[in-house]
């Protein structure tokens, strides 16, 4: 987990919601489930939130630079 899931698990302990919205988009199942959850009582919203912020990681942008590429393609160790 990065800095911006720990943000997401705060936000997560006061409006679970909306931490799934933020981790997963306004029109998911998982935000479906999670407003039925919260609905019903706030731990089973909370547990499923947590879940759902641990389950899907978020994904690194790399951003290619000149100096990475010419680096990939030095082929060190190969003949």
């Known amino acids: 987990m990065d800095l911006k899931d720990w943000f997401l698990a705060f936000i997560a302990i006061f409006v679970p919601p909306v931490a799934v919205a933020l981790k997963c988009g306004l029109l998911s199942k998982d935000l479906l ?16 939130a ?11 942008e790399t951003i290619m630079t000149d100096e990475t590429t010419i680096n990939s393609n030095t082929n060190y160790g190969s003949i």
């Open 50 to 60: 947590l879940w759902v912020i641990s389950k899907h990681p978020r994904l690194k």
């Open 33 to 48: 489930v999670n407003f039925l959850l919260f609905f019903f009582g706030f731990f089973p919203g909370l547990i499923h």
